[in-house]
Structure formats: structure tokens, C-alpha cells
């Protein structure tokens, strides 16, 4: 059993995602088979394989550090779903 | 002739000659867009007023105006991934790509291109604008995820398009519409701008309706770019003197993995021939092995879903897009409502899955293996091209299938990328071409890959076999 409701459940939370009880049941069957056709993985050796996470030859890249720039501050709010003044907008996070 | 019709090379000769003007040009576009889009549906957003033509002042090759697929950030001109939750989104700035075409003085359209909702399909029916139909056959899907920007090409809505691809985003639809089809090795064109789904896969890359448009449009995207450190600080080759070469000498593998069940009987006629013409242009066809083929889908999902997770945590309400009507009590509860409301089924099934595989508990089991696996694929790719010059295969196992077939299992859908998502895994460049027509006239892509930063290769073969076929002639009738 590679995965059950209430992991998917608890999953969906971590991952900040609102699910309706229908949503949840066949979201977890598909999950479900999914990962049932990925466990082939783990019909392989791997041991002494060491993983690729990306494939250049390219590590740690730095930019000189000078000052550019920035995009004005009106650009940046001119999206927000809710604004004040120079402020993107929340709920209260602090009570 | 209607100029819409006309390849982006041949639109540029006329330019020159002061035969024609970008005015034109456009004009013949929007024509054919209301003539065909209600059918085709590549386009989005066609009935809100867009700002006017982003043309470039400065313009040195004349202004042959380029779609762009909805993920790609163009400036002032809405980029929502056909996602909900990036709705009116109107981006700050240009992708590198957009300010490197615009320099060069093409234009870039005012209409975005349709796509699987952030990339997340091989069929463009996971949008929420809704699908885009085949132009060869309304009933079937374009392929996917850059679904629109294939189907505007083959549909003579655009001149030329670009895509992005991460597993076979750009070369699948090419393949189901019947165009061409590029991505570039990882790290050849600037993905900054680009709204990233897997970032150590995506590329963007061009679809065009010959092999020299694409050559010309690598031309102009491809270079370092020091705003993505991915990009790689490599001298970038004038592509078009890869076209023309002839195929002699050239060594091509042909992977016996790719020719097993569940491909389309009428697609395996259609490769083996492109295979023979191959040989009879001078090319030493051989078969070669890549073992470890059939694992490319399962590590694909692991990784592709991992980074997505992690990627799409920025769309929460806050900065941009929608945000949930709901009466909310708290900062989590925006969140979760937000983004159950705001993200689709196929969406929500990607972040959910790639956080559970990156999750405690089953790291190791899930995406430590599936990273590890992905070095065996990609050993062997090295192997077979330290004695190869290209491999080639067909793009996909099917034809175009109909809208609907696939929406039901998501498993049956990831399967459709099976010929395209190892190069993705390897960073490899690899092109479709079209190569031929099943009896229902569904077109088949060939695809050709090859090492990495070896585009020329690609272009060299591709051109080779197109100069000598008349696939890429043929137009669907609308």
C-alpha cells in the first residue's frame, strides 16, 4: 500500500491545498496507482549510484556582487490581489 | 499566396526585398485567426482587449511577429500558465528570451498561445481556457503541454512559435500537428522569465513550420544569460550553417527500446521508413541499446513533481493572481482555499505527489532513488554517443488521440511521453520533424537526438532528411 486517505490528506495540508471529501477520494485512487507504478523503481540496484539533481557541470554561480536596479515598487504591487500604500495585504498573522 | 502561410525565412527575404511589411504580415494573421480559432481554439484570452503590438523600434532582421506560449513572461501582456490562479496576471518585466527577440526586431504577437495548465499535460486539455483541437482532425487533442503554440503553427495562425518543453512539451505536440519541434540542451537558452515547472528540465525552445525557421530562431534565444545559473557560458554557433550539409559518415543509433508494445503499428511503418531514407542520404543506421528506458516515466514523475511542488508554493494569494472570495479566518486557511480553488485536478495532483515523494519518511525512498536511476539513464546516453553521432526515434508511440481518450487515468496519459522525457532526464537537445501520415492523416514526428550542445547535429540531419521529404509541405484543411 503505497499510500492511503490520510496521507494524502495530511499531504494536501503540508502542501497548503484545500481538498473536498470527492476530491480527496479519487485523488487518493489515482495516487495510489501512480505510485504503485513507480515503485518498478525500486527493482533496481542503486546503491553505489550517486544521484544527479541536475546535469551541468555547473555548481555554486555567483553574479558580482553590484548594486543594480530594482524593479519600482508600484511594478511589483501592480499585481497584488490586495494592496496598501507600499504593502501587499494578509489576514493577521499575529494576534 | 497568403502571407500567413509563408515560413518565417521566406516572410524575411520578402521584407527585405521591400515586397511585403509587417503590417501585412500581422494583418494576415488576425484574418486567418477569425477565420479558424473558433475551430482550433490555439489561442487565449481572444476576446479581451490586449495592449497593441509590442514591435521593437530598433529593428535589424525585420518584424516577423514570433507567438509565445501563456507560461512565458512578456512584459504588461498577460501570462497566466491557462492556470486560475494566475488570472490578469501582467507580468513586470520580459523573459531573457522576449527582450533577446524584440532586440532582434521580431515582434512579438499580442496573443498568447494555449497549454496544459502550468505545463502539467500531454494534450493541452488540462487548460483552463479549455482544449485546443488538432488542426489535422478536430476531434483529436494537439499534443501537449505546448499544445497551442503547435497547433497555431500547423493551423497557419503564427508564423513561428516558441514553446517550452520538460518532458516532451515541445516535441509531442510537433509531432500529433505536424510542424518542428526543438528543445535545446539544458542550459542553452535562458529560461529566466520563464514560469518554471521542474527546473532542472525545462527548456524553451521554437516550433516553426520548416527546419531553417528553427535554426533562425536559435539564432536569436539561445546564449548565456547571467540572470539563470543554469545557463551555460558556451559560444553559441550560427545554427543555419548546419543546414545543407549531406549525411555521409554520419553514425546513427537506433535504441531497440523504443520499438517494443504499445506503439502504434502505423507509426512503427512510418519511423522504419524515415529510418531507410535516412540510410539512402548516407547515414550508418545501427541499432544500439538503452537499457534502462522503461524507467524514464516512474523517475520522471518523481522529479518533475518534486520540483513543482516546490516551484508553484509562490502562487498562494499574496503577490499576484486570484485570490479565494472566502470568508477566511486565517493565513493558512488563504492558502489552502486559494489554491484549492485556484489550481486545477492535474495541478493539485503534481504538488501533492511531489510533496509527498520529497516528504519525511519517504525522501529516500521516492526522490534520492529516483535521482540516482536518473544517473543510469543518463549514463546510457554517454555510452551510445561515444560511438554515435545522433540517435533517432520516434517521437511519440501514437498518433494524435482523440479529446477525452486519456483525461480519465493519468497514468495512460504520462505514458504519452515516453519516447520524449529520457532527453529531458539527460539535458540532451532533441528535434521532431514531421516524417509522415497515418491513413486517417494524422501526421508522425521523427525525432533525432543527439549530445549535449550538439544542436548542429540536429540541424544537420533534420535538414537533410526534410530537404529530400515533403512532409513539411503538407496543410491540414480547416
Known sequence: MPIDKDTVKYTAHLARIDLGDKELEKLSTQLHGILDFIDKLSKLDVKDVPPTSHILPINTVLRPDEPRVSLPVEKVLANAPSREANFFVVPKVIE | MNLNTLTAHELLEKLKNKKTTSQEIISSLYTRIKEVDSKVKAYVRLNQGQPPLCASENALTGTVPVTI??????????????????????????????????????????LKANMDEFAFGSSTENSFFGPTHNPWDLECV?????????????????????????????????SFCG???????????????????????????????????SALLMNIISGFDPMDSTSADFPVPDYTRSLGLDLKGIKVGIPKEYFVEGMDPE?????????????????????????????????YYIIATAEASSNLARFDGVQYG???????????????LTRGAGFGEEAKRRIILGTFALSHGYYDAYYLRALKVRTLIKQDFDRVFMDFDCIVTPTSPTPAFKIGERTADPLKMYLSDIYTISVNLAGLPGISIPCGFTKKGLPAGLQILAKPFAEETLFRAAHAYEQDTEWHKMKPKL
Request: charged share 25%.
Open chain 2, 69 to 110: 506560449k501563456d507560461n512565458i513572461s512578456t512584459e504588461g501582456l498577460n501570462t497566466e500558465c491557462c492556470s486560475k490562479i494566475l488570472e490578469g496576471f501582467k507580468p513586470p518585466y520580459d523573459a531573457t528570451v522576449i527582450r533577446k527577440l524584440k532586440s532582434s526586431g521580431v515582434t512579438i504577437f499580442d
Open chain 2, 179 to 213: 510542424v518542428v519541434g526543438l528543445k535545446p540542451t539544458y542550459g542553452r537558452v535562458s529560461r529566466y522569465g520563464l514560469i518554471a515547472f521542474a527546473s532542472s528540465l525545462d527548456q524553451i525552445g521554437p516550433l516553426t513550420k520548416d527546419v531553417e525557421d
Open chain 2, 267 to 299: 507509426v512503427k511503418e512510418i519511423i522504419e521508413e524515415a529510418i531507410s531514407k535516412l540510410k539512402s542520404l548516407g547515414a550508418e543506421c545501427k541499432d544500439v541499446s538503452l537499457p534502462h528506458t522503461e524507467y524514464a516515466v516512474p523517475v
Open chain 2, 142 to 174: 494537439p499534443g501537449g503541454s505546448s499544445g497551442g503554440s503547435a497547433a497555431c503553427v500547423a493551423s497557419d495562425e503564427a508564423i513561428w512559435a516558441l514553446g517550452s518543453d520538460t518532458g516532451g512539451s515541445i516535441r509531442q505536440p510537433a
Open chain 2, 322 to 336: 486570484f485570490r479565494t472570495k472566502e470568508k477566511i479566518q486565517n493565513l493558512i486557511d488563504m492558502y489552502k
